[in-house]
């Protein structure tokens, strides 16, 4: 099913959550243990991140070091089937310009339309470790409307190469937003008019980045609304965890941490009191948002579910 089916079937707001793949070599039990968890509230849908290589030095004989290109977190496909596969729950694969050519993502597609899957959010992608900007692949896409377009494309049964009746695919496409600007975009206007161009270019539904400050979502879904985008726009929610995270989030994600969160969590004599100031903080967001009526709250795990559980039991 849609995302957007499950939000216009929706009597209230709904749960979903975002998980990584494991590390190369890790078990897919221990995710599922991670998971499992969560079931008891009715996730609509879970999001599966993708990966792109990065790279590894691997000394020689000689003590030179070759540069080995390698995908840290490989399976999001597999991943997401397998979750369709065990749960019966819709899987939302991660799908990005970075490290593609426009081929390999129709071939990437076509794998997913073949198992089932009919949801996928689009993204651009960071850029490679080492690399100043984003650099896409030769045949690749620039920016994530450029592949939001190459997919509703492909829906309307129009591929690279050919055209066909026979694989109508027919994909919903989530964006990603950022409330607070992307770090690379000038301003926030300018971020919004080509989230803009995310939603003509045939995107269904928009997630935000994780904000700490509901006012920073609600002050974003009017500008939103005022610019004539009027899909539904979902709100990403992070529990803080730990210590090291109240400069680290920031400084990755560039959101503002208030200072009321930072103040108690600095209070903590340790992570574990400071992963239940976190879980709190994201009940009071929770609580609002709801109360807003927003379409679901979107939990970004990072594959672990402890907290998101706390959390959950408390809004679902
Ligand atoms: P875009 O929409 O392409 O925007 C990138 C920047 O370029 C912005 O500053 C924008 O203002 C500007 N811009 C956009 N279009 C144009 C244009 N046509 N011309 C000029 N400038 C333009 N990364 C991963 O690698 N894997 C994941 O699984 C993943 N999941 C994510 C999930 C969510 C919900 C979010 C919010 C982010 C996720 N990311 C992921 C990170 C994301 O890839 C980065 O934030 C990336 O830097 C931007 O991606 P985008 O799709 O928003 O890019």
Known sequence: MKITEHIASAKSTLFSFEILPPLKGASIKELLGSIDPLMEFNPSFIDVTYHREDY???KRADGSYDRISTKKRPGTVAICAALQNHYKIDAVPHLICGGFTKEET?????DLHYLGIENALVLRGDQEKGEERFIPKPGGHAYAN????????????ILLHEETESLPTNFCIGVAAYPEKHFEAVSLEEDMRYLKQKVDAGADYIVTQMFFNNQHYFDF???????????????GLKPLATARQLDILPE????????????EAKK?????????????????QGK???QAGVPALHFYTMSKSDSVHAIAS???
């Open 56 to 58: 590894v030095l691997k």
């Open 314 to 316: 408390q809004l679902f």
């Open 288 to 290: 609002e948002l709801i």
């Open 268 to 284: 903590c004599a340790n992570n574990a009191a400071i992963k239940q100031v976190g879980i709190e903080w994201a009940v009071q």
């Open 252 to 263: 990755i994600f560039h959101l503002e941490m208030p200072e009321a969160l930072a103040t």
């Open 146 to 157: 450029e592949l939001v377009a190459q997919v509703h494309a492909m829906n309307q049964g």
């Open 221 to 235: 879904v009017d500008k939103c609304r005022a610019m004539d985008i009027h899909v539904p726009i979902i709100p």
């Open 106 to 110: 129709e071939d990437f597609l076509i």
